[in-house]
């Protein structure tokens, strides 16, 4: 069975950081590209950003480039999200999702973990 | 950026209705449309890919269509466990979601 856990969440302060990581167990997970996905409370869904199988190519959507890294190690088949100079508009649940095929599409998604940027 | 805009918001329908939910790019993103329901408190499900795939495990009830800019997500006879959230998603580029559409109990 397909499972993903997220954990790392938490509150933190304007400009400040987080890493999350999200563990993966029951398939190849070398062979999967991996996403993160938030939803703010009450909204809807926003890709955040994605990483090939491989580790060799990343992409991001804008509001977080140059903010939010993420990264696999795919002998410890966890993913990662390193998270900096954090903004009010990043709360959210951050899920990790595995895509099906290479267009990602999210077929298997963790529990989430959530981010509160307050002061 | 690729916009996508589900319509409507909000849907009021019966067991039993037939219902359809659209979603439009703002360019043209062939067949790269994916479908998610969300419930309350819980995570988004894969229901189609690619426009019209049926993902495992959906019941045949559900069903997809279109190309290019327009969207479908059709429920043939809706079950008390579909009301939920749905959302299209476009994979053509980086990834973007609709707003969600809530369908809700008349």
């Known amino acids: 069975e397909v499972q993903l856990l997220e954990s790392g969440g938490g509150l933190v302060q304007p400009g400040g950081s987080l890493r999350l990581s999200c563990a993966a167990s029951g398939f190849t997970f070398s062979n999967y590209a991996m996403n993160w996905v938030r939803q703010a409370p009450g909204k809807g869904l926003e890709w955040v950003s994605g990483?090939?199988?491989?580790?060799?190519?990343?992409n991001y959507v804008d509001s977080v480039k140059g903010r939010f890294t993420i990264s696999r190690d795919n002998s410890k088949n966890t993913l990662y999200l390193q998270m900096n100079s954090l903004r009010a508009e990043d709360t959210a649940i951050y899920y990790c999702?595995?895509?099906?095929?290479?267009?990602?599409?999210?077929?298997?998604w963790g529990q989430g973990t959530l981010v509160t940027v307050s002061s | 950026d690729i916009q996508m805009t589900q319509s409507p918001s909000s849907l009021s329908a019966s067991v039993g209705d037939r219902v359809t939910i659209t979603c439009r790019a703002s360019q043209s993103i062939s067949i790269y449309l994916n479908w998610y329901q969300q419930k309350p408190g819980k995570v988004p499900r894969l229901l189609i890919y690619?426009?019209?795939s049926l993902h495992s495990g959906v019941p045949s009830r559900f069903s997809g269509s279109g190309s290019g800019t327009d969207f479908t997500l059709t429920i043939s006879s809706l079950q008390p466990e579909d009301f939920a959230t749905y959302f299209c998603?476009?994979?053509?580029?980086?990834?973007?979601f609709g707003q969600g559409t809530r369908l809700e109990i008349k």
């Open positions: 690619t426009a019209s």
């Open positions: 990483i090939k199988g491989n580790g060799g190519r990343t």
């Open positions: 998603q476009q994979s053509y580029s980086a990834p973007s």
């Open positions: 999702a595995k895509e099906l095929t290479v267009r990602s599409e999210f077929d298997c």
